[in-house]
C-alpha cells in the first residue's frame, strides 16, 4: 500500500467509527460487558476524539506531509507495540503512527481493551486484505526491529530487560496536573471537571492533583464536579470512593467532598480514583518551573497551558510523553 492508500483507508476508518453499523456497535457492547471501567459514554467519547482529531482527511494529510513520510520505507522493518489498557483505544495513535509509517507491526494488546483494537484490524482487512502485511497481534513480541512499550513504573524495568537493546520508546506512569489562579470561570471549572473525571480518571492525561493559590475557594469546583455524581452507579467507583474516604477519616486527615469526589491536601500528583490532591502555593513563578522539570507529569491544564476541558483531547502531534513517535519512526529508516 502506498501513502495515499493509506491515509485513505485511515480517512475511511474515521467514518466507520462515527457509524451506527450494527456490528461496530454489537462490538462497543461487548467491549462495555468485559471490562466494567470502559462505559458507552467513555467508549463513545474516545471514538469521538480519535475520529475527529486524528482521522479526519486535512489532519492526516497535514501530519504526514510534516514528516514527509513516504510512500514505502526502505527497510520494512517490524515494529513490536505493546498496548496499555487504562481507557479505551488508547494505543490507537500508535498503532497509527506506524501504520501510516508504512511499517509492519506487531501488537499486543492489553487484556482489558483488546476487543476494540482488534476489531478495527479487522475491519480495515475487510477492506483491504493487504493490512495483513501491515498487522499482527501476539501475545509475546519477539524478533522485532523496535519496540514501542506502554505499562507503568513497575513494567517498563520488563521493557528495558527485554527490548532495551534495540531502537525503542519505553513509557511510564505519568499524570497531569492543573494549575490555578482563583480566577476561573464557572465554565472553566466545569471544563476542569472532565479533565479531572473524564473515564473515572484512569487516563494519564487526567488531572490528579491542582496546585491552587493560598486560601483558594474550593466550593465552587465541587460544585461543578457534582456533574459527574452519577459515579456511584458505578459499583467499582464507588467502592474506590468509600475505601479513600475510610482511610481519609481513620488517620484524622483533613478532606473535603461533594459526596461523589474527595479533595485532600497531599504532594504527591498522582491520586487514586475518586479522590484529587491539592497543594498550595504562593509563588506562581517557582510552582512553574517545577512542574516544567518533572518528568511524571504528562499534561499541564490551566491558563497559558492545555485549555480546561481539552486534557483528554489530543491531536495528531501530542505524542505520549513528549515523545515524536513519528519522528522515532522516521529515524528508524
Known sequence: MNLQERLKIAEKLGTYLLSEDEEWNNIKERAERENAWFTKIFIDTAIANIAYNFLEKNLLNEWANCYEVKDNPHSKKNIGVVMA???????FHDFLCVFISGYRQTIKASSKDSI??????????????RIKEYVAFE?????????IATGS???SRYFDFYFGKYPNIIRKNRTSVALLDGTESDTDLANLSDDIQMYFGLGCRNVTKLYVPTGYDFIPLLEALKKYEFYFEFHKYKHNYDYQLAILMMGRKFYMTNSSII?????????????VNHEFYDNKVEITKSLATNESIQCIVGKDYIDFGNAQKPNLTDYADGIDTMEFLKNLS
Open 116 to 129: 476494540l483494537i482488534k476489531h478495527i484490524v479487522a475491519k480495515l482487512t475487510e477492506w483491504d486484505e
Open 139 to 147: 501475545e509475546n513480541l519477539k524478533a522485532c526491529d523496535a519496540y
Open 85 to 91: 489498557g487504562n481507557i479505551p483505544l488508547v494505543g
Open 263 to 275: 479533595l485532600t491536601e497531599d504532594q504527591a500528583i498522582f491520586s487514586p480514583v475518586s479522590q
Open 153 to 155: 513504573n513497575n513494567s
